[in-house]
C-alpha cells in the first residue's frame, strides 16, 4: 500500500471488494465471510463510510482479535494483515472451500454491502459450489429391491465387461449407488437413475426429449419423443433417433462394398449426449435436456449451473461424481473430463467441423452441423456409368444423393407388404403418424412410390426405373 493508491481508493469508496470500518467490532467477522463466499476483499480498520481516514490504535491484540474471528469462521479463513499510517488493511482471499459462515450466520458481498444468505439461498449457493450433490442424495422413495431391476445390472456388467462374482447387493455396494443402514439397503439418486424399473417414477425430469423440425427455423414438428429408461438406456435411444433421421451419401468405388459418407459424426455426438446427461443439473425439476433435429444442423441443450473459474476444454468438471464414475465403466466417457478432446477427435477424423458451444450461467448449448465430406457428396448428382472392358462390367465411382435410413425402411417394409396402412408403417419404424406420412410424401414427390387406390382399400406401389432413368 503506498498514499497514491489510498488516496484512490478513498476517492473510489466502499464497493464489491472494499469495506471501511471506523474501529473494531464483532460485524468485521460478517465482512470476512461476505468476502470469502464471494470474490475476495480488503477491510481498511480507521476509515470511516464516509470515507474519512480516523485511524486506530494498531496493537498486536488488535491483530489477533482480527486473526481469531478469521479462525473462528466455519472453515476458518486465511488472511493478511497490513499496516499503513495507523490504517490496518485486512486482506480476505476468495474462498476455495465455500460457502464459510461465521457465528451469526452465512453473509455473501453484494455491491457496497454484505448481506445474509437466508435458507433457499444458502442451499442454491452450496449447490452450485458441489458441496450438495444430486447424485449422492439418498432417495427415500426408492424400494430395495421390490423397485429394483436385475436386468439392468446384468446389462451395465455385460457392457462394462465386469464379472459377477459378488451378489447384487455386493456389487450396489461396490459400485457407491448403495448404502447399508438398519438392515435396509438404501439407493441414492444415481442407483434409481442407472438400476430402476421405473426411472421416471422416481426421478420424472430425467427424460430426454428429441424433437425433428421440418424446417430450420424450429416452428414445424415432423416427430417428437420423449427418452425414458436407465440414463445409459437413454444415451443409446437418443442416438437411435439420430441415425434414423440422419442421411447418408453412398459412394461407389469399384470395391464390393460402397463407402458410406455419413451427414453427421455420430460418435461425436453421442459424445456430447453422454455429457448432457451426466453434467446435467439434476436440481432443476422443470428442464429436460434436449436434441433438436433441423434440418441443416443438430442443437444438444441442458439446464446447468456454470462452476466458478470454469474453462471451457480445460476446467476438469464432474457435477455428478458417481454418475460419471458409473459411465466410466462402461466406457461411455471417462472421469478425467476429456469430453471436449475427444469430440475433437471425432469430428477431425470424419472431416466434421467441431460443434460450436456456448453456456450461459443457467444454460449450455452445443450445435453441430453437417461433415463436410457428406456436403460435398450430397451436392452432385446420382450418375451410374456402366463402363465395359474386355467382356467384364466395371461401375466407375458414383455418388448417391443423400438416402434416409427411414425411406429404406419404408421400402422395404411396403416391399413386404403392399397395403401396410400408415399406423403400422409409423410401428414398425418407430416414428409417429405425422413422421410417417411426411415421409410418404416426400418419397412421393421424388417419385419413389405412388398410392393405387384410396387409403383404406388401396396400396402402395414402388416405382422402379429402367437403365435410361425412365420409368
Known amino acids: 500500500m503506498n498514499k497514491k493508491e489510498l488516496e484512490f481508493i478513498l476517492q473510489k469508496g466502499e464497493g464489491l471488494k472494499i469495506e471501511f470500518k471506523e474501529s473494531l467490532d464483532k460485524s468485521i467477522a460478517k465482512e470476512i465471510v461476505a468476502f470469502v463466499n464471494a470474490k475476495g476483499g480488503r477491510i481498511f480498520l480507521g476509515i470511516n463510510d464516509k470515507s474519512e481516514i480516523k485511524r486506530i490504535n494498531i496493537t498486536n491484540r488488535l491483530k489477533s482479535q482480527v486473526q481469531d474471528l478469521a479462525n473462528n469462521c466455519d472453515p476458518s479463513v486465511k488472511i493478511d494483515l497490513e499496516t499503513f499510517e495507523n490504517i490496518l488493511i485486512v486482506s480476505i482471499p476468495e474462498?476455495?472451500?465455500?460457502?464459510?459462515?461465521?457465528?451469526?450466520?452465512?453473509?455473501?458481498?453484494?455491491?457496497?454491502?454484505?448481506?445474509?444468505m437466508n435458507r433457499d439461498e444458502i442451499l442454491s449457493f452450496a449447490i452450485s459450489e458441489g458441496k450438495i450433490r444430486f447424485d449422492e442424495q439418498i432417495n427415500k422413495e426408492f424400494k430395495?429391491?421390490?423397485?429394483?431391476?436385475?436386468?439392468?445390472?446384468?446389462?451395465?456388467?455385460?457392457?462394462?465387461?465386469?464379472?459377477?462374482?459378488?451378489?447384487?447387493?455386493?456389487?450396489?455396494?461396490n459400485l457407491g449407488v448403495a448404502k447399508r443402514e438398519k438392515g435396509e439397503l438404501l439407493f441414492n439418486n444415481t442407483?434409481?437413475?442407472?438400476?430402476?424399473?421405473?426411472?421416471?417414477?422416481?426421478?420424472?425430469w430425467s427424460v430426454f426429449t428429441v424433437v425433428l423440425f421440418k424446417?430450420?427455423?424450429?416452428?414445424?414438428?415432423?416427430?417428437?419423443?420423449?427418452?425414458?429408461?436407465?440414463?445409459?438406456?437413454?444415451?443409446?435411444?437418443?442416438?437411435?433417433?439420430?441415425?434414423?433421421?440422419?442421411?447418408?451419401?453412398y459412394k461407389f468405388t469399384g470395391k464390393p462394398q460402397r463407402e458410406n459418407i455419413y451427414e453427421y459424426s455420430f460418435e461425436a455426438i453421442r459424445e456430447a449426449v453422454i455429457n448432457s446427461v451426466m453434467h446435467k443439473n439434476y436440481f432443476e425439476h422443470g428442464h429436460n435436456n434436449i436434441l433438436k433435429f433441423f434440418p441443416n444442423r443438430i442443437q444438444i441443450e441442458n439446464v446447468w449451473i456454470k462452476p466458478n473459474h470454469f474453462i471451457l476444454g480445460k476446467t476438469v468438471f464432474r457435477r455428478n461424481k458417481i454418475i460419471a464414475a458409473l459411465f466410466s465403466r462402461i466406457h461411455?466417457?471417462?472421469?478425467?473430463?476429456?469430453?471436449?478432446?475427444?469430440?475433437?477427435?471425432?469430428?477431425?477424423?470424419?472431416?466434421?467441423?467441431?460443434?460450436?458451444?456456448?453456456f450461459t450461467g443457467s444454460y449450455f448449448y452445443i450445435v453441430f452441423k453437417p461433415t463436410k465430406s457428406y456436403l460435398e457428396m450430397a451436392g452432385k448428382e446420382l450418375v451410374e456409368k456402366v463402363v465395359r472392358k474386355g467382356g467384364q462390367?466395371?461401375?466407375?465411382?458414383?455418388?448417391?444423393?443423400?438416402?434416409?435410413?427411414?425411406?429404406?425402411?419404408?421400402?422395404?417394409?411396403?416391399?413386404?407388404?403392399?397395403?401396410?396402412?400408415?399406423?403400422?408403417?409409423?410401428?414398425?419404424?418407430?416414428?409417429?403418424?405425422?413422421?410417417?406420412?411426411w415421409n410418404l410424401e416426400k418419397m412421393k414427390k421424388k417419385g419413389l412410390i405412388k398410392r393405387v387406390g384410396s387409403d383404406r382399400a388401396g396400396h402402395w406401389e414402388i416405382i422402379k426405373k429402367n437403365k435410361r432413368g425412365k420409368r
Open 191 to 204: 442407483g434409481v437413475l442407472f438400476f430402476a424399473k421405473e426411472v421416471q417414477k422416481f426421478i420424472s
Open 332 to 358: 461411455f466417457g471417462e472421469k478425467l473430463g476429456s469430453g471436449m478432446e475427444r469430440m475433437r477427435k471425432y469430428c477431425k477424423k470424419e472431416n466434421a467441423p467441431f460443434p460450436k458451444i456456448d
Open 95 to 116: 474462498g476455495k472451500d465455500k460457502p464459510y459462515k461465521c457465528s451469526s450466520g452465512f453473509y455473501l458481498r453484494r455491491g457496497s454491502n454484505s448481506q445474509k
Open 144 to 173: 430395495f429391491p421390490q423397485n429394483f431391476d436385475a436386468k439392468k445390472l446384468n446389462k451395465f456388467l455385460r457392457l462394462g465387461n465386469l464379472s459377477k462374482t459378488l451378489n447384487n447387493k455386493e456389487i450396489l455396494l
Open 215 to 249: 424446417d430450420k427455423g424450429g416452428a414445424d414438428i415432423i416427430d417428437r419423443k420423449e427418452i425414458t429408461g436407465s440414463l445409459f438406456e437413454i444415451v443409446d435411444k437418443v442416438m437411435d433417433f439420430v441415425k434414423l433421421y440422419a442421411k447418408v451419401a
Open 393 to 437: 462390367k466395371r461401375w466407375s465411382e458414383t455418388v448417391g444423393k443423400t438416402v434416409g435410413k427411414t425411406v429404406g425402411k419404408i421400402i422395404e417394409l411396403i416391399k413386404g407388404n403392399p397395403s401396410i396402412t400408415r399406423d403400422r408403417l409409423a410401428k414398425k419404424i418407430g416414428l409417429t403418424v405425422r413422421g410417417v406420412e
